[in-house]
């Protein structure tokens, strides 16, 4: 294998996550384009390819062939643009896309983005839509649509491990505070254990407070090839690690329902490749689509022995301030969760926290940083590393 | 920008293009993968990551997270697996992805597919998830599908360069004259001038018999370095240029409506990428979703001078045995246009082509061919070009 060259992040935008009334799919692509070539203090016509992550552009908006609208919007014809699809882990993969085409030497500047734009369907139309992301024919037709699907995951876990239905609300809870100090997110404000466990049953035992909302939204992250990221840039952050794995679509397919394999498999490759421990990360965005899925990450990832991430969340251990300050963006369920745009607003957030740019949801000292995007019920999963350069 | 490496198929597997009552989305992916890989003569074990090409899979079939998808039918998980999506360019470009991806270093040996299953759904709301590929907003929305994009093309053609219905009338009786010998073509007879020009408008000046149709079909190719390539194939066929280009995606964007510019970058990167020129090049597969647009390519790649495609058509210029075969295969026409196999397709046949392996429409002599694979009305365009390896 030939050697890959280092790649940074030098700017970042986003536009506000939620229910975006007044602005269509493609005019929240180009907010958070415009935002992050303006952070990263380059012209537009540097950027010589786009990567756009998006889920189900067709039937939310009825719109495909992102790439191209992308870049059109930006006036950045004829440059190549690309989208990439993994489900909710479309932006992810987006990232990891654009880094290996600056890796690869192919390219020197790209703009990695992701959008979605959720809410001009009927919810009972994006639930189906998002069923897309599991198996249509042995699950989705019969009509195991994602709540349904990571409550037997949750059950799994309760009965092997004893985790609560408290400790899954701990997750909410903790996510809430930190999105409080996100000026993007959807819901900045706290909300209590009590509050959570009183919301509906949308499938037993996850509660409507256990589940991610449905978003607008984009992100929009600008990668350079190193040497070129410390010109055009005073602290650029570097891409070290990028691991992309997969597993079954449907859950009949697992050996393990108490832990999802992509995790592990993407994990062990990022800690393999980066030469680091889950000791060495001070910070992780992890994909808490659903309460449970944040207390499975931080277990597979390896933060945390199996069974035992209910209770360190429970116990604080996850806060801004605990062991590992987890999601301090406040993750997909404080922030709202824009499909393709989740895994480009995680990399965006270890951009501003590395930088020391976090304002109130800061990690205190935080050198490195890496994010867990999830596709489906855990058949993809891209994970990235992240360290500030030091740029004298 | 550092050395790519050069990169060979080394198999190439079809399933039939046509209306599949009896096999599902997954199953054409499944047939196709294990054609290549059985052709290739590795173990499917040894590839190391995948590239799927797929538009519209939501609408069409319910289902999204298709690179997942595919890896997890083929028995392939945990490895890489990324959907990639430009309308009907979705395979060149998952073809292109996938060529960076070993060119980069990263891999060794991919597959790379595309699948589109479009008859489980009504013709009606076929044409209007491919309207998805042109402007959602400025087109599909005031009912300009694609057939009325490409006759409004056609219509200017004929008034500046006095191209006849009847000289685009012969692409499509040459295409399916090829489709007669190939054994994957949808339509595999041949038809006359009168048929075409007999046959009811669509969108005039264009009739049913200038469309190509709706279709099921998957297609796959299996890449690998070069030197690996020499030493698990008899006669692997280099991929020795790869090009992607964007333009806007709606047609009110364009400067000229005679022109592709995507086309015509993406073919003059190509032209320099390989150093040569079109007279060098023996044979191609370009993309005529309609008659008009094999006369636009072939033009605008510079085969023939603007204005003389259609003239050169009704000439027998571009026929089996012309001065260059265009869409020995029966093109999209001939062999049906499943969209995100397309451009998977057209690899697969200049494989077939340039190992000699085309029986009744081989084209002799054939050396060096290339592929021309659009998205929408011109607004993505990927071109590849091939060459079979002297391996001695």
Redesign the interface.
């Known amino acids: 294998?030939?050697?890959?060259?280092r790649v940074a992040m030098i700017g970042a935008g986003l536009t506000k996550f939620g229910e975006h009334w007044n602005l269509?799919f493609?005019e929240l692509g180009t907010e958070a384009a415009i935002k992050a070539v303006e952070n990263s203090n380059i012209d537009g016509k540097e950027i010589e390819a786009m990567y756009i992550g998006c889920?189900?552009?067709?039937?939310f908006?009825?719109?495909?062939?992102?790439?191209?609208?992308v870049?059109?919007q930006l006036g950045?014809?004829?440059?190549?643009?690309?989208?990439?699809?993994?489900?909710c882990a479309s932006g992810g993969?987006a990232l990891r896309?654009g880094y290996?085409?600056i890796?690869?030497?192919?390219h020197?500047i790209v703009a990695v983005g992701g959008i979605e734009k959720m809410t001009e369907v009927t919810t009972a139309e994006a639930g189906?839509?998002l069923?897309?992301?599991?198996?249509?024919?042995t699950e989705?037709f019969h009509g195991a649509t994602f709540p349904a699907l990571y409550a037997l995951l949750a059950k799994v876990h309760m009965k092997q491990f004893g985790t609560t239905e408290e400790q899954m609300a701990a997750v909410s809870v903790k996510n809430h505070k930190n999105a409080v100090h996100n000026p993007i997110a959807q819901f900045r404000k706290e909300i209590s254990i009590e509050q959570v466990m009183k919301s509906g049953y949308v499938a037993t035992p996850l509660k409507l407070l256990d589940c991610s909302p449905i978003s607008d939204g984009a992100a929009a992250v600008i990668l350079a090839e190193i040497g070129l990221a410390k010109k055009l840039c005073e602290n650029p952050v570097e891409i070290i690690g990028s691991t992309?794995?997969?597993?079954?679509?449907?859950l009949t397919?697992r050996k393990s329902l108490t832990e999802l394999?992509?995790t592990k498999?993407a994990s062990a490759q990022l800690f393999h490749q980066t030469g680091l421990t889950p000791k060495d990360i001070d910070m992780a965005e992890v994909h808490d689509c659903f309460s449970i899925a944040e207390i499975l990450a931080i277990e597979d990832i390896g933060f945390f022995k199996k069974g035992q991430g209910g209770p360190a969340t429970e116990q604080g251990k996850t806060a801004l301030d605990g062991e590992i300050a987890i999601n301090p963006s406040g993750g997909l369920k404080g922030c709202g969760h824009p499909v393709g745009a989740t895994g480009v607003k995680q990399a965006a957030e270890m951009f501003q926290q590395l930088r020391g740019e976090a304002g109130g949801r800061q990690v205190k000292e935080a050198e490195i940083g890496l994010t867990h995007n999830v596709?489906?019920s855990g058949?993809?999963c891209v994970m990235h590393a992240f360290r500030l350069m030091e740029n004298r």
């Open positions: 294998m030939s050697k890959l060259r269509s493609r889920m189900a552009s067709g039937r908006v009825g719109q495909e062939h992102i790439g191209a609208l870049a059109d950045l014809n004829p440059i190549p643009s690309t989208r990439v699809e993994a489900a993969l896309t290996l085409s890796a690869s030497g192919e020197d189906f839509a069923g897309g992301a599991g198996d249509q024919e989705l992309h794995a997969t597993d079954s679509l449907a397919g394999n992509a498999v596709g489906g058949a993809t």
